[in-house]
C-alpha cells in the first residue's frame, strides 16, 4: 500500500503479461496448487476467470500476515507475526528473510504473545509503514538500510496495545487499527494501558483522533476507492461482522453500519474469522474471513471465496495489479484475477 492510491495500468507486450503473470507457460504447468473457488453469483465471472487456480508460492510460516507489495524492485514483503521475521517473495528469487526480528527486538519477555510486525503499508515516500507488535507502535521501516523509526506509540500518553493493521490515504493520513492481539493474555494483560481496542486516524500534520472505541477487536482495515467510507473487520467470534463507516471531511465517521454479518460462515465451520481486506478498482471488498477470501460487491452481496482449505489472515494486490496475493495461515499463495487492484 502506498500513500497515493494509483491503479497499476502497465502497457505490456505479451512476454511482459507472462512475467507479470509471475510464471512462464511451462513452469505454470508444473505450478503447485491449492484450494478452490467457490463461485455464489454470475457476478464473479467479472472478477476471477472460470479456470483460475490457486498458486502456492512458499510456505513453512505459524502465521503469514501483512502483504504489500513493492512496485520498486518488484517484491512481495509480508510478516510472521508470531515468530517476529519479515519475509521478502520475488518470481526471481522465492522466499527469503527480510527482517528479523521484524519487530520486538529487546531482551527476553513475555509479555508478548505475537512479537513481530503485522499490516504493513508504503508511504508517498517508498517506505515501508509498520504495524508493530513489539514496538507497540506504528513505525516506519527504511526498505534500503532496514533502520526503523517510531510514527506513533501512544493516545493521551497511554501505549497502544499492538496495532494490527492499517490503510494510507492519499493526503498521507493513517487509519490503523489497534486490538490487543500481541499480548499474551490479550484485554487482560497486565501491560495493557488503554480501556479499549481501538480504531484510529492520524492526520498528516500529526494529530490523532479516534474512529471507533466501541468495537471488541478490531483488525483488517481499508479504504474505498473515493476514500469516503472505511472498513474495519472485527475478528471476534461472537461478533464476526465487518463494518463500513462514511467519512466525513475531517476523515471521522459521519455514519457506522454493519457492512457484512459473518456468523453463518463462522457457524457452518468456515476456517478464519474477519482480518485483512483490500479493494479493486470498482469498490469490491476482498475480506478474509471464514472460508477463506470473501469477494463482496460495495452493495454488501458475497459472490465468491477463494478458499485454499485453512484461514486466511490477509491479502493485497500486486504485479500488474491483477495478482491477489493471500497470507494463508502456513502458506504464501497468489491467483489471477480478471478486475485490477487498488495498489496503495
Not at 23 to 36: F, I, R
Not at 91 to 108: A, H, R
Request: with cysteine; hydrophobic share 40%.
Amino acid at each position: 500500500m502506498t500513500a497515493t492510491r494509483r491503479t497499476v495500468t502497465l502497457a505490456l507486450g505479451a512476454g511482459a503479461a507472462i512475467a507479470a503473470g509471475g510464471l512462464s507457460m511451462s513452469a505454470q504447468a508444473a505450478a503447485q496448487t491449492l484450494g478452490s473457488i467457490r463461485r455464489l453469483s454470475p457476478a464473479l465471472d467479472a472478477v476471477i476467470a472460470p479456470d483460475a487456480k490457486i498458486e502456492k508460492l512458499a510456505d513453512g510460516f505459524v502465521w503469514s500476515e501483512g502483504p504489500v507489495w513493492v512496485k520498486d524492485g518488484q517484491y512481495l514483503v509480508f510478516s510472521d507475526v508470531p515468530a517476529n521475521i519479515m519475509y521478502r517473495w520475488s518470481q526471481k528469487d522465492g522466499k527469503g528473510v527480510f527482517l528479523s526480528p521484524s519487530g520486538y527486538d529487546g531482551p527476553p519477555t513475555k509479555i508478548f504473545r505475537e512479537p513481530g510486525s503485522n499490516g504493513m503499508a508504503l508511504d508517498a515516500h517508498g517506505d515501508l509503514l509498520v504495524c508493530n507488535h513489539g514496538y507497540r507502535a506504528i513505525t516506519k521501516l527504511d526498505l534500503k538500510t532496514k533502520a526503523k523509526s517510531v510514527v506513533v506509540d501512544r493516545y493521551q500518553g497511554k501505549r497502544f496495545n499492538s496495532p494490527n493493521d492499517l490503510a494510507v490515504a492519499g493526503s498521507g493520513a493513517i487509519y490503523f487499527t489497534d486490538p490487543p492481539y500481541g499480548l499474551e493474555g490479550l484485554d487482560a494483560s497486565p501491560v495493557k494501558e488503554l480501556s479499549f481496542n481501538g480504531v484510529y486516524l492520524l492526520r498528516a500534520d500529526g494529530s490523532l483522533a479516534v474512529v471507533d472505541d466501541k468495537l471488541t477487536f478490531p483488525n483488517g482495515v481499508a479504504l474505498s476507492p473515493d476514500e469516503k467510507r472505511l472498513y474495519v473487520a472485527v475478528s471476534d467470534p461472537n461478533g464476526p461482522v465487518i463494518m463500513a463507516y462514511d467519512l466525513g471531511a475531517d476523515g471521522l465517521p459521519t455514519s457506522r453500519k454493519v457492512f457484512f454479518d459473518a456468523a453463518v460462515l463462522h457457524k457452518a465451520g468456515g476456517p478464519g474469522l474477519p482480518d485483512g481486506m483490500c479493494l479493486d478498482t470498482e469498490g469490491r471488498l476482498y475480506a478474509t474471513g471464514p472460508g477463506g477470501v470473501l469477494v463482496i460487491t460495495p452493495a454488501g452481496e458475497l459472490i465468491g471465496v477463494i478458499e485454499t482449505g485453512g484461514p486466511i489472515a490477509n491479502c493485497a494486490f500486486g504485479e500488474d495489479g491483477k495478482t491477489l496475493f493471500l497470507t494463508a495461515d502456513k502458506t504464501l499463495a497468489r491467483v489471477r484475477l480478471k478486475t485490477t487492484g487498488l495498489v496503495w
